[in-house]
């Protein structure tokens, strides 16, 4: 029989990422409209009434001063809205966007991403989306593309292909045109109050509690994690319980868990490299890749949208520290086969963002300008603290521990069915 510890670890494992996501909202929903309303007037920065199902916009690339998204990238603006389908199905109207690549990923309350709108699967014309909610039964009109939605509450979060030097205006007019409306073509936003706070960490047991099981109650889990569901009632986690009195035993359970989920995994490619989190719209009953992926790097998409390769430690299993001199080297025919585009990002183990530095180059790629190819056309990437005397192919990175995230958009084949050998992330010692 399971011990009760066992239970409550599973029970947390189950139910973090519904808190991640409530912190997400919270964090992530707009505070004002486009006409500058703010969503609770009377109220000061702690409020937790925020606007939803209106669409808001990064009008620039994300930097190390942006700490809403954790491991955020630096390929493209973020459009986001959060959906209440409680009161009926919504439309989302997106605009024509040419050859640019773009793409809204759908993620229900549990963080699977169930939906991807855009390049790869809809294309890039101009498009009018039925969304509803799993209680809506009806007809979707004519002419409307239909995108059933497993919980009410949804998050929508857009990327629009930029690059770092180009005339942003153009894309922040796409930004604009992308809309959503109640069914008679008016505007849908309305407020809503969030659940808590977003620098509220998990930490506490108590405030865990209650924002999962208020989560939970309002986007009911599926059917078939019932009977789990069932043996959590005697912890007080589920849908709309009660917190119970005596929190120790979960307290040190919780705490356990959150060290267990943030703590960094072997690689397993080789190299350095993590195999990439493989879902395609649901995680189906793996629960602790979803609370690591909730944790620290919560809003990814699919993997026939992105691939996401993370490395914590070097092809030696050693931490990434940026006292040293690391580098990777793509041989000549082996850089990445993606059908959009594919990036190489830093980021401080600490806190899970971007580092900040002068050059402010906090991602390398395919896209970025004046990288330099060897005499054999292949390409080896830099990274370390220190500014060597070649930049054009250097990653800066912290002095502290770090860990990259290679991004592989709309990724190839060799990709999706593994025969793609991934560099060996090298420590370089002096002299070499």
């Known amino acids: 029989m399971i011990s009760l510890t066992d239970l409550a670890r599973e029970a947390i494992l189950y139910a973090l990422p519904v808190y991640e996501m409530a912190r997400m909202q919270a964090s992530s929903s707009p505070r004002k409209n486009a006409k500058g309303e703010v969503a609770d007037p009377n109220a000061g920065p702690e409020s937790l009434k925020r606007w939803v199902n209106l669409f808001s916009h990064s009008r620039r690339l994300l930097n190390a001063s942006d700490r809403r998204v954790v491991t955020p990238n630096n390929d493209t603006l973020y459009t986001n809205a959060w959906l209440d389908l409680s009161e009926g199905p919504l439309l989302i109207k997106t605009p024509d966007t040419g050859q640019r690549y773009y793409v809204l990923g759908l993620l229900d309350f549990y963080t699977n991403p169930f939906a991807h709108?855009?390049?790869r699967t809809t294309g890039n014309g101009a498009q009018t989306f039925f969304v509803h909610g799993p209680q809506w039964q009806g007809t979707v009109p004519e002419g409307l593309t239909a995108v059933a939605?497993?919980?009410s509450n949804v998050w929508v979060l857009g990327r629009i292909l930029a690059h770092t030097n180009e005339d942003m205006?153009?894309?922040h007019a796409l930004q604009d045109a992308f809309e959503i409306t109640t069914l008679d073509g008016l505007p849908a936003q309305r407020v809503s109050e969030c659940m808590v706070q977003p620098q509220d960490l998990p930490g506490d047991a108590r405030t865990f509690l209650r924002v999962v099981n208020k989560a939970m109650a309002l986007?009911?889990?599926?059917?078939?994690?019932?009977p789990q569901l069932q043996q959590w009632t005697q912890l007080g986690i589920g849908p709309g319980l009660e917190t119970p009195s005596d929190l120790e035993m979960l307290q040190s359970v919780l705490t356990d868990t959150l060290q267990e989920v943030d703590t960094p995994q072997d690689t397993d490619l080789g190299g350095g490299w993590k195999a990439a989190v493989e879902v395609q719209d649901n995680f189906h009953g793996d629960w602790l890749t979803r609370a690591?992926?909730?944790r620290a790097y919560i809003g990814i998409l699919g993997s026939q949208e992105v691939l996401y390769l993370l490395a914590f430690r070097d092809s030696q299993g050693q931490v990434l520290d940026g006292k040293n001199h690391y580098r990777l080297r793509f041989p000549p025919g082996g850089l990445p086969q993606v059908n959009s585009f594919w990036s190489v990002t830093m980021y401080r183990k600490s806190d899970y963002l971007f580092y900040d530095h002068p050059e402010q180059r906090f991602?390398?790629?395919d896209r970025t300008a004046g990288l330099k190819y060897d005499s054999e056309g292949g390409l080896t990437l830099h990274l370390s603290h220190q500014r060597p005397d070649e930049i054009n192919n250097w990653l800066p990175a912290p002095a502290e521990p770090f860990y990259l995230a290679l991004r592989l958009y709309l990724p190839?084949?060799?990709?999706?069915?593994?025969?793609?050998t991934y560099p060996a992330i090298e420590l370089q010692k002096e002299g070499q």
Request: hydrophobic share 25%.
């Open 149 to 151: 939605c497993p919980t």
């Open 412 to 420: 190839g084949q060799v990709h999706q069915n593994h025969s793609y």
């Open 117 to 119: 709108l855009g390049t």
């Open 169 to 171: 205006a153009p894309v």
């Open 219 to 226: 986007n009911p889990p599926p059917d078939k994690d019932r």
């Open 363 to 365: 991602a390398i790629g």
């Open 292 to 294: 690591r992926v909730a």
